[in-house]
C-alpha cells in the first residue's frame, strides 16, 4: 500500500507548509487519490499514518467533500452542472445527452471504467453556461450535441491528459470571461490537476 | 469555586457557577429544557437545535440553543414562548421524519428521550409523505455494539465521547448532509474498553448491547443503585432486572467517582451473576470428586475438621485467604472469624499481587479522584491504568486534555496515557529502586518532570505496574511523593473491594478499622470485641502459601479467593491447596482453588445482597440487592457465623445490617458510619478520613538479569467473573510474549513464532509479537490469560526460541 | 469585457492587457507591487485605519467592513490570514476571474493584509473545482517568492511571509468562514458555533484568523494608491468603491461586470447584460446569489441598486451574483433548483438544515412533477417558518449557520410572487408553462 517515492517526496513538502499535520488531511488525499484513481480504504490508511488520524477520521473528512471519491469513477469524470443558471441555459438536456451517451445514469462510472458521470451543483461558469466539467477542466458554453460529442471523443481518443482550453476549443461556446492565452497544463484522472499536489499531467509539473 | 451569577429563567432568578450552560443550570434548578445532542460530560456543540430558548438581548428576543450558552450575570432566558414552542416542535418533526416508528421493538422503546419529547413537545401527526430514509439494517460496530442507522439522530454523543472521553476516536460521522451517518472503518471496529458507555448515553435506539439487546422490555425492568463490583474506584452504577435476573449495568452519574462511565469489563461483567454455572448447594469431598450436601452436614463438617485443626496445631495453623470479592460486612465477618473464631492473624485479602496493607489502607496524604481534577501535576507509576482502573484512566485523561494538567508516566512500557503524557519515562522490570533514585535527583532526562512535581498540587498514583515488580517499590514511590511539598497519594489496586476488605481487616497487620498491631491501645480495644486476639501480625498471602505447603499451616478458609489463578505463583498455591489437611471455600463458582476444596459452600454474590464498598479513596458506597442468589446461596458472613456457632463460638451477626452496626461501633475509621448515613449521600457514599500511614523510602536491590520479565494484568482475562460473561471473555488477548524487536532479532525469533519463558515459577510456551515500547531485555507477557501456566514473580527469567 | 463607461480598477489590467494580466511581467509593468512595498513602511494602525476610513465592505457575501474585522484581531499572535476563494454559490463566478486573470493583483493585497495584522502565514483556499484558477495563483505565488515579494525578508525587510494554496474537496459549506477553517485544519466542512462571532478572535487552530473573500483583498492594492477618499468617491454613498456583479441567466451578455452601486437593475440587466434572450420577457430575477430573495420586475425594476435598497425590500446583494429569469421558466422548477442545493451542500449539523432542506427538495419536486396537494404551499412555509421563524428579513435561524435559512428565500419569493403558478401546478397536476 505504499506511495511512490515522488508521491512520499510531495507529501513530504506538503506536510511543511502547515503548522499542524493534520492540516494536511486534504491535499494528501489527492495524493492518495493520484496514487490509486479513486480513494481506497488502503490510502486512507495511508494518509491517517501520515496525519497522525484514525482511518475513520481521515473518512469522515473525506466523505464530507463530494471530490473525494470513494470509488472509481472512470478515467475521466465527466460533470455536468445543473445548479439554477445552468439549468436555466438547458444544462438537464446537456445532462441527458451526456448520461444517454455514456449509457450510465448520474454516480455511475461505464462498463469499461473509461467515463463516469454526474450532474454537479454550480462550479462558478454561470456566465458560460450550460457548463461541464471533465476530470475538473472547465468547458462552457456547451450544447447538448456537443457534449455527445464530448463523450464521444473521449471514449475514442482517450487521451492521458485533459487541459480546459483543449476541450473547450472542441467542444465548447461562450465563456464566462476571455482565457486570453491557451494553457497546456491538465488533469491526468478525476482530481484537479494542480503542480504542488503533483496531480498535474507529468510534463506540467514543475 | 468560579464566580457565581445570577440569571432569570421563566421569570425565577437563580444563582449558578459562571460559564455554566443555561440548559444545566435551568435543569439543575426545575425547569426541564428538551435536548438530545447535548450531555453534561460532553463538550457543548449545539447540533441537535432542540434546546433552543429565547434569550433577552437589547436588540430584542434572540433564539439560541442553552446547551452553548454559558451562564453570564443578568441574562433573562425564556424557555417556553410561542416561539420556542413552534421551534421545537419543529425540531422533532425533523427528527421523525426519517426515523423509523420501530419503538415496539426498539431496546430504548419507553426510556427513549426522542419517544418521551415527542409525547411532549411534539407534534401530533406526520405532515411527512415522502420516502424515509433507508440504511442497511444494523451493523455491529464492535463485538459488544450494534449501529442501527435509520433510529440515529446524528447527535454525535458516541463520536464525542469515543475522541474527548475514551481517547479511542475509531467511529465517526461520514458523508454529509442528509446522507450523514455513523460509521467505523473497515477491519477497524470501535473497540474501545469503554465503548458501551455511547450505548448508554446514545439518546435513541441507534446504538445497542448485543449482551442486552432484545431481552427486556425497559417497563419490565426493576432498578436499583449500587456500586459497581469489578473495580477499586466504586463506580456508582443501576442495576437493571426482571424476572430475577440481571439484564444491565449503567453508570451514574457521581461527580465524586465515575461521572457515568463504566469500562466496558464493569458494564458488561454482570452477565456471571447468572451464569448457569453458579453454585447452588453445598459440595463436600468424595474421592476426586465432590458430592451434594445439605448445608447441615457441610456445616458441621467444617466446624468438626477446623476445630481438630486448631485442637492439634493451633489456631495459626489456619490460613484465610479473600475478601476482596465481597462486601464489607462480609470482609468483617471473615476477618472477626480469623482473629476470634479461629484465633489467628493469617489473613490476606491480597492475592500477592498489591502493594503493602498499611499504604493501601491507611497512606496519608491521601488524594481523592477529585483531586485530579485540580491537579497540575499528575504522577502515574503503577499499573496502566487503561487496563486496571478505566473510569480512573478517564478521569486522569480529561485532567490532561481538558485542563491541561502535566502527566508524568512511568511503566515498564507503553500505557493506554502515553498519549498525553508530558514526560514518559520507561524502565526494565526489577530496577524500579535505581530508576526512583534517579528521578527523585532530577538526572538527565527526568529533569523537567522532576521540577514539575515541585509545584503543586501533585497527585500520585501509585500501584504495582506489574507482578514481577518488588512491591515495596510503591511504598518508595509513595514515600518520594510524600516527601514533595505539595502532593498527595492515591494508591491502586486490583479486585473490586480490596480497600475495604483490608479496612475490615482483612490483612496480616491490620485489624478492622485501619488498626495496626503497633496501636496497642486499638489492639486491647479488638480484645474486648473479639475475645482474645493474637498479640502479632500474619503471614501475607505468599507467607501462607508457602507455610501450606511445607507443612507449617495445616488448613485453609478461602472466601472468594482463588489463589490459584489469581496470585503471579498459581503452581505454589495448588501446592499448598493440595498440601492443606482441609480447605472450606466459600464461593460463587467451582474454580481452580475451590476445586481443590474438601467443602465447597455456594455463597451468594453481587447483586444478591446488601452491604457497602470501599473504594480506592477511602470511600465507603452502598451495595444492593435486586435478585436471590440461586439455589440455596447464603452470604459471606451468614456461612462464617453458622461455623462460628457450630464450633461454639458464635459472632453475634443475624443480618448484614449488624455486622455493619458492629463495625461502626468497633473499627475506628468507620466509627458511627451506618447504612442510612451512606444511602443519604447516594451516588457518591461517604469519604472516610483515618490515614495514619507516612509510607518511608525502603531501598531494594535492583535485579540484574538478562532478560526480565513483566507480568501485567489487561482489563480482559481468564479471571473466574471474565470466565462467566460470555460477551467479555473472548476479548482476553490470551497467552503472548511481547518483545522488544531487537531481542526478537538477537533470540532469532519473529512475530508468530513461539518461544519459551521460563519464570521462577514455572514455563510456557508463548507467541511472540513485537512492542518497541518495551526497553530491551524484557518480555511482557499478560496475566492470567486462559491456558497459560503461571510463571511466577521472580523478574529474572530465561527466554529461549521453541 | 464589458462594455461600459464606468471606471475599472479590479478588472481594469485584465480588460487593457487580456494576453498577460496574470504575469509578474505585466503586473509591474503596470505599476504593481509598489503598495505592497509602501505597506512595508506603515503601521499597523495607518494601515487598519485606511482601510476602515476607504469604507470597503467584505465582497463574501456577508457585507462587514474589512477594516472593522481587522481591527478586532485579537493578541495574541501567531495570526493567521486566510484568503476566502471557495467561491461556490450558484450565480457566482467572479473570484474565478480575478484568480484567474490578475493573481498578483489579490497577492499584493495579501502581502499588505498580512502586514497590517502582523501575520506571516498566508493561506488561499480555493474551491477544488477551480484547478485552473488555483494552478495560475500557484505560479504567481511562485513567481512573487523568485521575486522577493512573497517568503523570507520581502522586499529586503526582515519581514517574513508565507502563503499557501489549499485546495478545497467540493462542499459549499467551506465558503462559510468558519467551516472554512475548520476545513482547513483537515476536519470536515462544519461551521463552529458563535459566539466568537469573527475568526479574528479564535480562528485557525484556535489563534486569532482574519478570513477575507479574494474580491476584498484585492481591493487593498487600488485603496493605498488612490488614497482612502478616492476609493469612496468611486462608489455610491455607503457602498464604497466598485462592484464586480457576475450576471448569469436568460440575458443576451452574462458576465462580470464592475460597477458603481445606485445604479438601477434595470440599466444592469437591460443596458450592461443586453436584455432578455430574444422574444422574452423579464419574470424575476435572484439579486445577489442564491441565498437571496428574489426580486420581481413590477416592484424592483427601477430601484437603485445599493445595499440598504436591497436590505429594504427584504433582500440582499450578497456577493453580487445576480440570476436572470424570463417568463419560460418554472418558478417552481427554478425553486427546487435552488433549494436542492442547499439541500445538498448543508453540512448535516443541524436537524433543521439537515433534515428541512431535504424535505423541502422533495416537496417542490413533487409538486415540479405535478404530484403537488393543495397543502403542500403552506407546509413549506411552515418548514420554512421552522428552520427560519418568522421567516424575516434579515433572517431569523433555528441553525448554526445561515446556509439553512438561506434554503428558505425561493420557498417565500414563490409564495410572495407565484402563488398562483404553484397552485396551477397543483390543480393541473403538471406545469403550467408546458
Ligand atoms: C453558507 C455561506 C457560504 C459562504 N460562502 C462564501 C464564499 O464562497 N466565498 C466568500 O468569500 N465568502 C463566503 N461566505 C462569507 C464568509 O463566511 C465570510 O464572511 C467572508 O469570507 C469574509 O470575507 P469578507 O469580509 O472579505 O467578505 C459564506 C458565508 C456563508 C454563511
Ligand atoms: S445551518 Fe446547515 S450548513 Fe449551517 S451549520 Fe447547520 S447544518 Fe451545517
Ligand atoms: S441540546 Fe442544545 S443543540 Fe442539542
Known amino acids: 500500500m505504499s506511495w511512490s517515492p515522488e508521491t512520499v517526496a510531495r507529501a513530504e513538502r506538503i506536510m511543511q507548509r502547515y503548522p499542524e499535520r493534520r492540516s494536511a488531511v486534504m491535499p494528501l488525499l489527492y495524493l492518495s487519490m493520484l496514487e490509486d484513481g479513486y480513494l481506497t480504504d488502503d490510502g486512507m490508511r495511508e494518509v491517517a499514518e501520515w496525519t497522525g488520524l484514525t482511518p475513520v477520521q481521515v473518512k469522515s473528512v473525506a466523505s464530507f467533500y463530494g471530490m473525494f471519491k470513494l470509488r472509481y469513477t472512470g478515467k475521466y469524470l465527466v460533470s455536468v452542472c445543473t445548479s439554477i443558471s445552468c439549468m436555466l441555459r438547458g444544462a438537464d438536456d446537456v445532462m441527458a445527452a451526456v448520461e444517454d451517451e455514456a449509457g450510465v445514469p448520474h454516480g455511475e462510472t461505464d462498463d469499461d471504467g473509461v467515463i463516469a458521470v454526474e450532474h454537479v451543483e454550480c462550479i462558478g461558469a454561470c456566465g458560460g453556461a450550460p457548463a461541464v466539467q471533465v476530470n475538473y477542466e472547465l468547458i462552457e458554453g456547451i450544447t447538448p450535441e456537443q457534449a455527445r460529442d464530448l463523450v464521444r471523443w473521449l471514449r475514442e481518443e482517450q487521451p492521458d491528459k485533459i487541459v480546459a482550453d483543449d476541450l473547450q476549443e472542441r467542444f465548447g461556446g461562450t465563456r464566462s470571461f476571455d482565457w486570453a492565452i491557451r494553457e497546456t497544463e491538465g488533469a491526468v484522472g478525476p482530481f484537479p490537476a494542480f503542480g504542488p499536489y503533483g496531480t498535474v499531467a507529468e510534463e506540467d509539473r514543475s | ?802 | 469585457m464589458t462594455t461600459t463607461t464606468y471606471p475599472q480598477v479590479l478588472t481594469r489590467r485584465m480588460t487593457e492587457h487580456p494576453a498577460d494580466s496574470h504575469t509578474l511581467a505585466r503586473y509591474e509593468a503596470t505599476g504593481g507591487y509598489q503598495q505592497a512595498r509602501a505597506a512595508m513602511g506603515m503601521t499597523r494602525e495607518q494601515l487598519v485605519e485606511t482601510v476602515k476610513e476607504s469604507g470597503l465592505i467584505g465582497r463574501g457575501g456577508a457585507g462587514f467592513s474589512a477594516g472593522m474585522k481587522w481591527s478586532f484581531l485579537a493578541p495574541p499572535r501567531p495570526s493567521y490570514l486566510v484568503v476566502n476563494g471557495d467561491e461556490s454559490e450558484p450565480g457566482t463566478f467572479k473570484d474565478r476571474q480575478l484568480l484567474e486573470r490578475d493573481p498578483h493583483q489579490m497577492i499584493e493585497g495579501i502581502i499588505i493584509a498580512s502586514v497590517a495584522n502582523e501575520v506571516h502565514e498566508a493561506f488561499i483556499y480555493i474551491r477544488g473545482e477551480y484547478p485552473k484558477p488555483a494552478r495560475r495563483v500557484q505560479h504567481a505565488i511562485d513567481e512573487a517568492y523568485a521575486a522577493g515579494y512573497l517568503g523570507d525578508g520581502i522586499f529586503g525587510s526582515d519581514y517574513q511571509l508565507d502563503v499557501t494554496v489549499h485546495l478545497g474537496g467540493g462542499a459549499y459549506i467551506c465558503g462559510e468562514e468558519t467551516a472554512l477553517i475548520n476545513s482547513l485544519e483537515g476536519r470536515r466542512g462544519e461551521p463552529r458555533l458563535k459566539p466568537p462571532y469573527f475568526p479574528a478572535a479564535k480562528g485557525l487552530y484556535m489563534l486569532p484568523t482574519i478570513v477575507n473573500n479574494v474580491e476584498t483583498v484585492s481591493n487593498l492594492p487600488h485603496i493605498l494608491e488612490m488614497g482612502a477618499d478616492a476609493y469612496k468617491a468611486l462608489g455610491h454613498d455607503k457602498d464604497t468603491g466598485t462592484f464586480l456583479f457576475s450576471v448569469s441567466g436568460h440575458v443576451k451578455r452574462p458576465g462580470n461586470y464592475e460597477l458603481p452601486h445606485g445604479i438601477t437593475w434595470r440599466e444592469l440587466i437591460f443596458d450592461i447584460a443586453g436584455g432578455m434572450l430574444d422574444g422574452r420577457e423579464l419574470k424575476a430575477w435572484i439579486p445577489g446569489g442564491a441565498s437571496a430573495p428574489w426580486f420581481v420586475p413590477e416592484e424592483h425594476l427601477d430601484m437603485p441598486i445599493t445595499k440598504d435598497d436591497c436590505g429594504q425590500a427584504g433582500s440582499m446583494l450578497g456577493s453580487g451574483a445576480v440570476i436572470v429569469m424570463d417568463d419560460s421558466t418554472c418558478m417552481v422548477k427554478a425553486a427546487e433548483r435552488v433549494v436542492r442545493f442547499f439541500a445538498h451542500e448543508s453540512c448535516g449539523q443541524c436537524t433543521p438544515c439537515r433534515e428541512g432542506t431535504t424535505w423541502m427538495q422533495q416537496i417542490l419536486a413533487r409538486i415540479e412533477e405535478g404530484h403537488g396537494r393543495a397543502v403542500d404551499l403552506d407546509l413549506l412555509l411552515d418548514v420554512s417558518d421552522n428552520i427560519s421563524p418568522g421567516l424575516a428579513w434579515p433572517p431569523k435561524m433555528t441553525t448554526i449557520c445561515p446556509l439553512g435559512p438561506s434554503a428558505v428565500s425561493p420557498v417565500t419569493s414563490l409564495a410572495k410572487y407565484f402563488r398562483e403558478e404553484v397552485e396551477a401546478h397543483v390543480t393541473e397536476g403538471r406545469c403550467p408553462l408546458g
Open chain 2, 1 to 802: 469555586m468560579a464566580d457565581l451569577v445570577k440569571i432569570t429563567v421563566d421569570g425565577k432568578e437563580i444563582e449558578v457557577e459562571a460559564g455554566t450552560p443555561v440548559i444545566d443550570a435551568a435543569i439543575d434548578n426545575g425547569t426541564y429544557i428538551p435536548h438530545f445532542c447535548h450531555h453534561s460530560r460532553l463538550e457543548p456543540v449545539g447540533l441537535c437545535r432542540m434546546c433552543l430558548v429565547e434569550l433577552e438581548t437589547p436588540r430584542g428576543m434572540v433564539l439560541t440553543p442553552s446547551c452553548t450558552l454559558p451562564a453570564s450575570e443578568g441574562q433573562v432566558i425564556h424557555t417556553k414562548t410561542p416561539v420556542v414552542d413552534k421551534a421545537q416542535e419543529g425540531v422533532l418533526e425533523f427528527l421523525l421524519i426519517n426515523h423509523p416508528l420501530d419503538c415496539p421493538v426498539c431496546d430504548k422503546g419507553g426510556e427513549c428521550p426522542l419517544q418521551d419529547q415527542t409525547l411532549g413537545y411534539g407534534p401530533g401527526e406526520s405532515r411527512f409523505v415522502e420516502e424515509k430514509r433507508h440504511f442497511e439494517k444494523p451493523v455491529p460496530v464492535s463485538d459488544l455494539v450494534l449501529l442501527d442507522r435509520e433510529r440515529c439522530i446524528l447527535c454525535s454523543r458516541c463520536v464525542r465521547f469515543a475522541e474527548e472521553v475514551a481517547g479511542d476516536p475509531l467511529i465517526e460521522i461520514t458523508a454529509r448532509g442528509n446522507q450523514a451517518h455513523i460509521e467505523t472503518f473497515p477491519d477497524e471496529p470501535f473497540s474501545s474498553y469503554f465503548s458501551g458507555n455511547t450505548v448508554q448515553i446514545c439518546p435513541v435506539g441507534a446504538l445497542t448491547a448485543t449482551a442486552y439487546r432484545f431481552r427486556a422490555r425497559p417497563w419490565d425492568l426493576r432498578k436499583v443503585e449500587s456500586t459497581c463490583p469489578h473495580c477499586t474506584a466504586g463506580e456508582a452504577i443501576e442495576i437493571d432486572a426482571s424476572q430475577n435476573q440481571v439484564l444491565r449495568f449503567n453508570g451514574i452519574d457521581a461527580d465524586a467517582t465515575n461521572q457515568g462511565w463504566l469500562s466496558d469489563k464493569c458494564r458488561f461483567g454482570f452477565e456471571f451473576i447468572g451464569s448457569a454455572e453458579r453454585l447452588t448447594v453445598p459440595l463436600v469431598r468424595d474421592g476426586d470428586g465432590f458430592r451434594e450436601s445439605t448445608w447441615a452436614e457441610a456445616l458441621d463438617l467444617v466446624a468438626e475438621r477446623l476445630g481438630a485443626v486448631i485442637e492439634s496445631r493451633g489456631g495459626e495453623a489456619v490460613a484465610g485467604f479473600g475478601g476482596a470479592r465481597g462486601t464489607n460486612e462480609d470482609a468483617y465477618a471473615f476477618s472477626k472469624f480469623m482473629r476470634a473464631v479461629v484465633g489467628s492473624n493469617h489473613i490476606d485479602a491480597r492475592m500477592d499481587d498489591a502493594p503493602a496493607a498499611e499504604l493501601l489502607a491507611a497512606v496519608q496524604p491521601r488524594a481523592t479522584i477529585g483531586d485530579l481534577d485540580t491537579a497540575s501535576t499528575i504522577l502515574l507509576w503503577g499499573p496502566d491504568l487503561k487496563e486496571e482502573a478505566g473510569t480512573l484512566y478517564l478521569r486522569v485523561r480529561q485532567a490532561v486534555q481538558k485542563r491541561g494538567a502535566k502527566l508524568v508516566v512511568v511503566h515498564p512500557r507503553r500505557t493506554g496515557l502515553d498519549d498525553r503524557a508530558t514526560w514518559k519515562f520507561t524502565y526494565r522490570p526489577g530496577t524500579g529502586f535505581g530508576t526512583l533514585e534517579a528521578f527523585a535527583s532530577g538526572a538527565g532526562d527526568f529533569a523537567e518532570a522532576r521540577k514539575a512535581l515541585d509545584e503543586g498540587p501533585v497527585v500520585a498514583v501509585v500501584g504495582l505496574t506489574g507482578m514481577t515488580e518488588d512491591p515495596t517499590l510503591a511504598t518508595a514511590v509513595a514515600a518520594f511523593a510524600a516527601g514533595l511539598p505539595d502532593a498527595k497519594i492515591l494508591p491502586v489496586a486490583r479486585r473490586s473491594n480490596t480497600f475495604g476488605a483490608l479496612d475490615m481487616g482483612c490483612a496480616p497487620g491490620l485489624l478492622p478499622g485501619r488498626v495496626s498491631f503497633g496501636d496497642a491501645d486499638a489492639v486491647a480495644a479488638f480484645e474486648a470485641a473479639f475475645g482474645a486476639v493474637p498479640d502479632h501480625a500474619g503471614l501475607d498471602t505468599s507467607g501462607m502459601l508457602e507455610g501450606l505447603a511445607n507443612g507449617d499451616l495445616a488448613a485453609a478458609v478461602l472466601v472468594g479467593a482463588d489463589p490459584v489463578r489469581d496470585v503471579p505463583d498459581g503452581a505454589l498455591a495448588r501446592r499448598a491447596l493440595e498440601a492443606a489437611d482441609f480447605v472450606v471455600a466459600l464461593d460463587l463458582f467451582l474454580t481452580d482453588s475451590s476445586s481443590l476444596a474438601d467443602v465447597v459452600l455456594p455463597a451468594e454474590g453481587f447483586a444478591e445482597k446488601e452491604g457497602t464498598f470501599t473504594n480506592l479513596e477511602g470511600r465507603v458506597s452502598k451495595v444492593n440487592r435486586i435478585v436471590a442468589g440461586p439455589g440455596q446461596t447464603q452470604p459471606d458472613w451468614s456461612i462464617l457465623e453458622e461455623i462460628a456457632r457450630r464450633m461454639g463460638r458464635p459472632m453475634g451477626f443475624d443480618s448484614a445490617e449488624t455486622v455493619a452496626e458492629e463495625i461502626a461501633t468497633v473499627a475506628p475509621a468507620y466509627a458511627d458510619l451506618r447504612w442510612r448515613d451512606v444511602e443519604r449521600k447516594k451516588p457518591e457514599g461517604v469519604l472516610l478520613d483515618g490515614g495514619w500511614y507516612t509510607p518511608k523510602a525502603p531501598a531494594g536491590p535492583d535485579v540484574d538479569a538478562d532478560m526480565v520479565l513483566h507480568l501485567a494484568r489487561t482489563l480482559y482475562d481468564d479471571g473466574v467473573a471474565m470466565r462467566q460473561s460470555l460477551s467479555l471473555h473472548h476479548l482476553a488477548p490470551g497467552g503472548v510474549a511481547y518483545l522488544h524487536p531487537g531481542d526478537a532479532e538477537r533470540l532469532g525469533v519473529t512475530e508468530g513464532d513461539q518461544v519459551v519463558v521460563v519464570g521462577s515459577a514455572g514455563e510456557a510456551t508463548l507467541p511472540v509479537r513485537f512492542d518497541p515500547s518495551l526497553p530491551a531485555g524484557v518480555v511482557y507477557v499478560p496475566f492470567n490469560q486462559a491456558g497459560v501456566p503461571s510463571l511466577g514473580a521472580g523478574a529474572a527469567v530465561e527466554v529461549r526460541s521453541a
